[in-house]
């Protein structure tokens, strides 16, 4: 049976250097070697999961196949390595204190004095090694940085890990800044010693450094860090700021990283196979077109909320050959119909809470009334319905409940099952739910087969009471989900394009395997641009 190696990979300095792309880019490295690799994060913080915090504080909660609300650096592991991740790919350090206090309450401990060490840290270990079970690689991501209180028991849990399963299976990697001063012009290389020296006093020695730095590194910067951080030369990587996080498995292999894990690791492999993630970043970086898609959210000044959606737009631009610019609209803004003008397409993606709700309405009418093609996700669904209810079946006052109670016209509404509940944590429609396409829909000719399934997070549906009517005045209900009758995707009639779905497609999206949903939505863009440019020189 072949030995799992474990890549554990830490942070220094400041937070937001890039661990997870950079644990991403090792992932598609190895896998390209022909290694099977899973990928893990570890969040230091109390909470149980992700699914109850603010996008504002941690980015967009990620939704995997199995239901579990994850951090959003598993949608990276999912796009770079073309690969499902699950509820066992990201813990908490609020999940595992529960298990163990679950324990504890049950007696499992027959009486011991529960502590960090050894009833914490043996939970984490357990939490590792349970991702293991047939892969060659663990690539295991720990979150924050090195001196926060939070993570020390996630290091330590990593550092016996290098005792338990041998040297020669343990590689700790350390992701950190070398900032530059601009009034010197010179780069420093001393808050990376201190994250080191930081490491160390917990007993990890990091096997590599990878460096985010604004200006190259040069021989002398590089001999410095090897000497003073008692790391190789050859492992000392520098990760410069690049135009697509696409490209940084490239940038890392250029420089040897692949080959210096495998030598410390003891493995052999086949060659690299990258031709394929090439041609992505190819036609990444040499479109023939060029299209500009408003995303109309709330959470417009921390991009990390719409990471996913993000994301799928720009693969949407890789199945077109075209460079998609996202223009984020705050629906907030009363002169909201000023910044739609030029625009080739409008998102309306998920989101929770009123604030910019009306905003929304507005932007979805536009789209309607323009012909301006339209992609709604999630709460862009309802917002579609809404809207359409108000202005074309002239319901005044139609509403979702989350946002009316008291509205004559409930268009959008609770299922009873979800009326009872009490908690907020993972108690939505969650994960992975089938789907009926209606034929010739645009839907359909999307994904070229009538039966689909997709990812969802939401409380609130559509309200069948109106279906009828909405689908009479034009209105397509192009999706079902069967079993409960749900509405999963909308159209519109006599529109170059306009779909909106209760789904998440975006989080099903990979730049080798743009979602089809996404790269249509980008061809009617395109042909919007097209349209108008040929307008403009007539």
Same mark, same amino acid.
Request: a neutral charge; aromatic letters at 8%.
């Given at each position: ?13 400041? /937070?937001?250097?890039g ?22 994060? =570890? ?9 109850? %915090? ?54 499992d ?11 914490? &840290?043996d ?6 090694r ?7 690689v ?28 041998g ?12 900032p530059?001063?601009?009034?010197s ?6 808050? &990376? ?19 985010? &730095? ?6 002398? %910067?590089?001999?410095k ?66 299209? &500009? ?12 909320a ?34 739609? /003008? ?19 309405i ?15 996700? =999630? ?54 739910? !089938?789907c ?6 645009l ?6 087969t ?37 509405v999963?995707i909308? !159209?519109?009639?006599?529109?170059p ?23 249509d ?12 440019r ?5």
């Amino acid at each position: 049976m072949t030995t799992t190696k474990y890549i554990f990979v830490t942070g220094g300095v400041v /937070s937001s250097l890039g661990k997870g792309i950079s644990a991403s880019s090792i992932g598609k490295l190895l896998q390209a070697r022909g290694l099977a690799v899973t990928m893990l994060k =570890c969040d230091p913080y109390i909470n149980v999961d992700p699914g109850t %915090m603010n996008p504002f504080q941690h980015g967009e909660v990620f939704v995997t196949e199995d239901g579990a609300e994850t951090d959003l650096d598993l949608g990276h592991y999912e796009r770079f390595l073309n690969k499902e991740m699950h509820h066992t790919n990201n813990f908490t350090a609020g999940r595992v204190y529960q298990t163990v206090l679950e324990r504890e309450r049950r007696g499992d401990f027959l009486g011991t004095t529960v502590q960090v060490i050894p009833h914490i &840290t043996d939970e984490i270990k357990n939490r590792f090694r349970a991702v293991t079970k047939g892969v060659d690689v663990a690539v295991i991501e720990i979150g924050g940085t090195v001196g926060d209180i939070e993570s020390l028991p996630f290091l330590e849990a990593a550092r016996q890990m290098g005792l338990e399963a041998g040297k020669d299976n343990v590689l700790y990697m350390h992701v950190t800044l070398i900032p530059y001063i601009k009034a010197s012009e010179e780069l420093k290389t001393k808050p &990376t010693q201190h994250s080191v020296q930081k490491l160390r006093e917990i007993g990890i020695s990091p096997d590599v450094l990878v460096c985010r &730095t604004e200006k190259p590194l040069g021989p002398e %910067m590089r001999a410095k860090l090897s000497m003073f951080c008692s790391v190789p030369k050859e492992s000392v990587i520098e990760a410069p700021d690049v135009e697509s996080i696409y490209e940084v498995p490239t940038v890392f292999h250029k420089q040897g990283l692949d080959d210096q894990i495998l030598m410390i690791l003891r493995m052999r492999t086949q060659a690299k196979d990258l031709e394929s993630w090439d041609r992505v970043v190819d036609r990444l970086k040499h479109p023939k077109r060029e299209v &500009t898609i408003a995303l109309a959210g709330k959470y417009t000044d921390y991009k990390d909320a719409y990471k996913s959606v993000n994301e799928a737009l720009i693969h949407g631009g890789i199945a077109n050959e075209a460079k998609v610019r996202i223009r984020f609209l705050d629906t907030t803004d009363p002169k909201i119909h000023e910044q739609l /003008s030029d625009v080739h397409g409008i998102l309306v993606p998920g989101g929770f809470g009123d604030r910019g709700i009306e905003g929304k309405i507005r932007v979805a009418q536009l789209a309607r009334e323009e012909k301006i093609p339209y992609f709604g996700l =999630c709460l862009g669904l309802q917002i579609a319905v809404i809207e359409f209810s108000r202005n074309v079946l002239k319901l005044s006052g139609a509403h979702s409940t989350e946002f009316d109670a008291k509205t004559r016209y409930p268009v959008i509404d609770l299922l009873p099952e979800q009326k009872s509940v009490k908690n907020m944590g993972a108690t939505m429609r969650l994960g992975t739910y !089938e789907c009926t396409l209606k034929k010739g829909s645009l839907a359909h000719k999307a994904y070229g087969t009538l039966n689909i399934s997709e990812r969802h997070r939401h409380r609130y549906e559509v309200n069948n009471k109106f279906r009828k009517l909405l689908e009479d005045a034009g209105l397509s209900a192009a999706g079902i989900h069967a079993p409960k009758n749900l509405v999963e995707i909308v !159209e519109l009639k006599d529109h170059p394009w306009y779909l909106a779905t209760q789904f998440h497609p975006e989080f099903k999206s990979r730049p080798e395997a743009p979602h089809p949903l996404f790269r249509d939505f980008i061809a009617a863009a395109v042909e919007r641009a097209q349209t108008k440019r040929s307008h403009a020189h007539a």
